[in-house]
């Protein structure tokens, strides 16, 4: 069994206030567990309040325990990486100046260049960011 033991006054405030005011809702939760755990709450206590499984609430609590604060907090870099890169987004940028209404063109040109499928919509949303 692991316990969050050895938790400061002023740790424990913290971490209530990241319960209360936190906009991300996986730090709060985590927040909260760290918290739950203090109070002597079981990981299979804490995965059934938390609908997750008991290997979930144990990596949260080892992040905890090597990382404190930081271990709330998702690392960078997670998530599917972008097909283009930044030059790629630039020069599709261009292409749909060129070809304002036709953006199956768009898509052929990306096709052919870089050898990336991409759908209307992908462009689209390139297009949108740069508003």
């Known amino acids: 069994m692991l316990f969050i033991e ?7 405030k913290f971490l209530q206030r990241i319960c209360k005011e936190s906009k991300k809702h996986h730090v709060l939760q985590r927040a909260h567990c760290i918290l739950l755990s203090y109070k002597g709450f079981s990981v299979t206590e804490l ?10 609430i144990y990596v949260w609590l080892n992040q905890w325990e090597s990382q404190h604060f930081a271990g709330l907090y998702d690392e960078k870099g997670r998530g599917r990486k972008p097909k283009l890169n930044d030059n790629q987004r630039q020069q599709i940028k261009k292409w749909a100046k060129e070809f304002p209404k036709n953006l199956k063109k768009v898509v052929a040109l990306v096709r052919e ?15 949108r960011n740069f508003n």
Request: proline share 3%.
């Open 6 to 12: 050895n938790l400061y006054s002023p740790q424990i």
């Open 47 to 56: 995965a059934r309040i938390f609908d997750k499984t008991k290997r979930t």
């Open 113 to 127: 260049t870089y050898g990336v499928s991409v759908s209307k919509r992908t462009i689209k949303r390139i297009l």
